[in-house]
């Protein structure tokens, strides 16, 4: 047998292991591109950490400028847990894309305004980072009244691009009211409006309103956040944050045909309707009991941004599947006695609590097919009678310094109740034939009276 040349065998071998080097190098690559790195029996996706790196861009910008972000992403809280939230810890070397990397190419944060100062430097240290940046401004709703109409524009949205992931920073104010509140994301003729994917952002389609979150900071990814400690309230607030302004040029001009009764009786009343409606609104989110501004109420915020000085009561709306027995009790030990109770909870109920010379009225609302309606009853001959509406749904609006909710329909609502002249004041009122939408719903059986009409 011939001999076999060393050097050939070894060339051979050097050969052979270089191919199959290279073929796993492939391979691995290949399986990365497609399934992303293994780390602990988590995986960190390509496009991910790249998100990622975004994410810790921007938050080192902000850093830097003090700016008092958090975390309002709709899918990364989403993903957080809900009853503990892990504190900051020991992170790992190469932290893992968890939460942040939700197969979307933005992450929401926001900014609360009264606590920085806005920095024209902002823009050049963001652009050190490679992030773009984009200024969305709007008027000041707070400075806008009826009698200033002209408002003062402020930042409302500050959106960071980079690579094609975007961080959308949405500007958060404090309003009278005690609450928070963002601005739409209306976009000016010489904006790029390709500059991120405006239809997929968890805000600004409409302006928003929100309690003011209790924060935590926590590790998120491996990265310090500060995010709401109660999450799942937040994300419950998001989905019906819907806010409608408050039409100040609509109110202007009412006034300017019908002259505000600014007498000292006017003034009075209008006080005494403030104090109640803070004061129900209190009880009843204490309890946990969800109402609207119904009625007169709600015209006068609609029509004139106020409480009409002649409607001499406070009314609201409530959901009957929201009634609660102790609503009666909760009301009265804060101070609100029963007046009178009509009907009851399968039909018609209402209830009524004396304020000091001012009451409210609270009307339960039924659905019923394509309609919701309230009922009435004339305590001297036990007649039903039903106020009919379309159906609607609840947004959140301020009046006399207060968040309250108001229909987001609000035109449809007010005219059916109070028809096509809604607009034109109508001092003698009888409720029981000048609303548009009310109709004859029989008569109470006597032997239900007793229950059915209560007056205190």
Known sequence: ??????????????????????????????????????????????????????????????????????????????????????????????????????????????????????????????????????????????????????????????????????????????????????????????????????????????????????????????LDVRIPKNISRFLSEHARARFLECRYKDARAFYQLYPDDTSPEAMDFRMKAKSLLHLAARTLTDLGVPFWLSSGTCLGWFRQCNVIPYSKDVDLGIWIKDYRPDIIQALQKAGLPLKHKFGKVEDSLELSFQGLDVKVDIFFFYEEGDIVWNGGTQAKSGKKFKYVFPRFTLCWTELVELKVRVPCETLDYVEANYGPNWNVPVKTWDWKTSPSNVKENGVWPVREWDEVIQVY
């Open 1 to 222: 047998m011939p001999r076999i040349n060393k050097t050939v065998v070894l060339a051979l071998l050097i050969a052979t292991s270089s191919v199959f080097l290279l073929f796993q190098l492939y391979y691995y690559r290949q399986y990365v591109s497609k399934y992303g790195i293994q780390s602990s029996g988590k995986a960190i996706q390509t496009g991910g950490d790249a998100h990622w790196q975004v994410v810790k861009k921007f938050l080192g910008l902000v850093t830097k400028y003090n700016l008092p972000v958090f975390l309002i992403d709709t899918a990364t809280l989403g993903l957080l847990p809900r009853d503990s939230i892990q504190p900051r810890d020991n992170q790992a070397e190469e932290p893992l894309c968890r939460s942040f990397c939700t197969h979307r190419d933005f992450t929401t944060f926001a900014l609360l305004a009264k606590l920085w100062k806005y920095d024209a430097s902002l823009v050049q240290a963001a652009a050190e980072r490679g992030l773009e940046l984009l200024d969305v401004r709007g008027k000041d709703p707070r400075l806008v009244g009826l009698d200033d109409l002209s408002g003062t524009e402020i930042p409302l949205h500050f959106l960071f691009r980079r690579n094609g992931h975007a961080i959308h920073l949405v500007v958060f104010y404090e309003r009278s009211g005690n609450y928070l509140w963002h601005g739409p994301l209306r976009l000016k003729a010489n904006m790029d409006r390709k500059f991120v994917s405006f239809r997929k952002l968890d805000y600004g389609r409409q302006a928003g309103a929100y309690d003011r979150p209790e924060l935590v900071l926590a590790s998120v990814d491996g």
